[in-house]
């Protein structure tokens, strides 16, 4: 009989912003405070980790010197050992997508094989100019100066297009619009619904209820199609929403230590 | 001996915005003030308006009560008697887009052909959500629920492709970005440097020079395409650049009763 599969919520801490940076076209400048996390999903095929955060040091010296609050429990290595899991013992990162804070942890997974959609890799080396704050932790690339570090970086990555079950009950499925090569996931377990995270196909709950993107989009067209995918798919499998930076619902999320199963 | 060719400023009044209403993505709340006008071309071939500026009823009834500034002396058929012209002298409406405060004027032209892109037509008509706003004004549409004005207006509508000169020396460029089916218009004159209006394929100079898209777009990465095609379009013609809504350079511009020639 194989393990059981648990999902873990790693709070990874918070991002300042304002009402308009969140949501396209809103007129609003009210301040918000932005959660951030990632998913550690324990398989029996191996310890998945679904975005890693951003790295507070590379926002500051990259962004902003304020705006971003990240405790040292709320890194990626401190949340781990919550579980008795040490970052070398990731078996797979799957990024949504490369922007700073879904991907700033990568680089204490050094054992991981390193998974995003095809489209992605392209477009985060080579970004549009609306994106340069959003590609602006280039850690994981195969970019390095050290030759040797480049080619382990660019060993460990393998990139995917299409819907995808990486794992038996894990899918990843493709949501563009945000950025070109964007995924959710979807988790199967046990004891409860599915769990389907919308990443940043739509920040919040609000946003996919009344159909608005975030601010930060390459395609909004495609954007608002992924949304409506989400909807469909959480309908069709009766899957349980979870979004990526949302004020209200992230505070009912269960978090590590604790899991889903 | 031809008539030469004029081209004349008219001023259709502001809309109030925020910063981050205008430039993509910008942190910044602070208030502005966006001139909107319409530009008159008068021809050999006729007398032509490239865009018409926005409705001041349809403005407060569809979108805000406050915002907008216009005055009776700002109002189109106001604008063209000072160059003792009628609207129903107008021969040739052409829209750069059919956004609000570009097409408001577009009723009391009841004698021109109405010429847009035809990929602008069929967005207006099925428009995205996150475009409500701009494409409020349906006046203009061929959906009038008067069967006899209906079949008028879609008689008068003539929709283009491509890079067109649509008449000796009045350029229409694909600037699309903003809107799907956006073109901007530059005019060669006998006395002076070619005029390149770019309407909204950059809002001001800050945008072009910054290659900061407005908020409103539907595609970003034609976008700047765009933006890029119009400096090209610049240099290559020695083309003077006039911006849709630059607060500066607005006040600069030479405005009806005097023209361009």
């Known amino acids: 009989m194989t393990k059981p599969t648990k ?4 709070d990874g801490g918070a991002l300042s912003a304002r009402e308009h940076m969140v949501y396209w076209q809103s007129a609003s400048d009210a301040p918000m405070s932005l959660p951030v996390y990632s998913v550690l999903v324990m398989h029996a095929d191996g310890n998945f980790l679904f975005d890693t955060g951003f790295d507070l040091e590379k926002f500051r010296a990259n962004i902003s010197p304020q ?11 401190q949340q781990l050992s919550l579980l008795g899991i040490a970052p070398k013992n990731i078996h797979t990162v799957v990024n949504s997508h490369y922007h700073f804070d879904h991907c700033g942890g990568n680089h204490f997974c050094s054992g991981a094989v390193n998974v995003c959609h095809k489209a992605e890799l392209a477009a985060a080396l080579d970004p549009q100019p609306f994106e340069s704050i959003g590609y602006s932790d280039r850690g994981f690339m195969p970019v390095d100066p050290d030759p040797k570090r480049q080619e382990d970086l660019a060993r460990r990555l393998q990139t995917i297009e299409g819907d995808q079950e990486i794992a038996k009950g894990v899918f ?5 619009g945000h950025t070109l090569g964007h995924y959710s996931m979807m988790v199967r377990l046990s004891g409860r619904r599915p769990m ?3 990443a ?14 975030s601010t930060a989009h390459i395609d909004p067209v495609r954007g608002i199609g992924s949304m409506r995918r989400l909807q469909s798919l959480a309908d069709e499998h009766d899957a349980e929403l979870f979004f990526p930076h949302d004020p209200e619902e992230y505070t009912n999320y269960l978090k590590a230590p604790g899991w889903y199963n």
């Open 196 to 198: 389907l995270f919308t």
């Open 200 to 213: 940043d196909a739509s920040y919040t709950r609000r946003a996919l209820d009344t159909m608005v993107l």
């Open 7 to 10: 999902v873990v919520i790693l």
């Open 172 to 176: 990843l499925f493709e949501t563009p």
């Open 67 to 77: 705006g971003a609050i990240q405790t040292p429990a709320q890194t990626l290595p």
